[in-house]
């Protein structure tokens, strides 16, 4: 029998390195088959899933401004990058919820959403940690994502499959404009800065470093 969870207030660091213990293997277990995994996700509390978030999001964080070989990336992944992830998840599974309430007229327990759309996302954030080599890992990561929240929300949930498919659908696609419009945005950034290198501007700047010397 699962042993109750201790409050938040009477947590310390005995308890804090228990949950550690607990998500790190459950991880593996998960990662084999996500799928699979995330159709009866585990009832734990808050600090568990909290602290699964905060280890993942620091983690890829960390391995994704390695990856980009920029020390401010690395920093912001481990500092910035779990905070970001947090606030993502709760923004997620507020939408969701409210979504069920309305749409599928069903109250949804916020967390066990908030636990779905948590592991929904560590594939596609270990997956996104290649995304500075590729912009073309993102929308695949979109779209694992969208696909494991479907399956999650579906079987935990027992809801219908096409109204949750619809749902998760038009979020993923509002989500993926938005990041087809931020890649078209730095592409034309980018080609503008190296239009702006001619030639002549090339002979200006070499000229104006020689005559500083």
């Known amino acids: 029998m699962e042993q ?18 607990e998500v790190v293997f459950f991880l593996p277990q998960y990662l084999k088959n996500p799928v699979d995994g995330i159709k009866r996700v585990p009832s734990w509390d808050w600090t568990t899933v909290i602290i699964l978030e905060v280890l993942i999001s620091a983690a890829c964080g960390l391995l994704g ?10 920093l912001g992944g ?19 919820y409210y979504a069920g309430l309305f ?3 069903t109250e949804l327990e916020y967390k066990k959403i908030f636990i779905v759309v948590v592991l929904a996302q560590i594939p596609a954030q270990i997956i996104g940690v290649l995304s500075p080599i590729s912009r073309a890992v993102t929308p695949f990561a979109i779209l694992i994502s969208a696909l494991l929240i479907t399956v999650g929300l579906v079987d935990n949930f027992m809801l219908e ?15 993926l404009i938005f990041w087809i419009y931020s890649a078209v945005l ?3 950034r980018h080609r503008i800065k190296v239009q702006e290198y ?16």
Request: proline share 5%; no cysteine; glycine share 8%.
């Open 65 to 74: 401004g390695i990856v980009a070989r920029h020390i401010l990336s690395v």
């Open 78 to 96: 481990i500092i910035v990058g779990p905070v970001m992830g947090l606030i993502m998840s709760v923004v997620l599974s507020g939408i969701l």
């Open 198 to 213: 001619t030639p002549e501007s090339l002979d200006q700047i070499h000229k104006e470093l020689s005559e500083g010397k």
């Open 103 to 105: 749409i599928l007229k």
């Open 4 to 21: 109750p969870k201790r409050p938040v207030t009477d947590l310390n660091w005995q308890d804090i390195k228990a949950r550690i213990r």
């Open 161 to 175: 499959k096409k109204r949750v498919t619809k749902i998760v659908g038009t979020l993923t696609g509002i989500v």
């Open 186 to 188: 730095d592409i034309t």
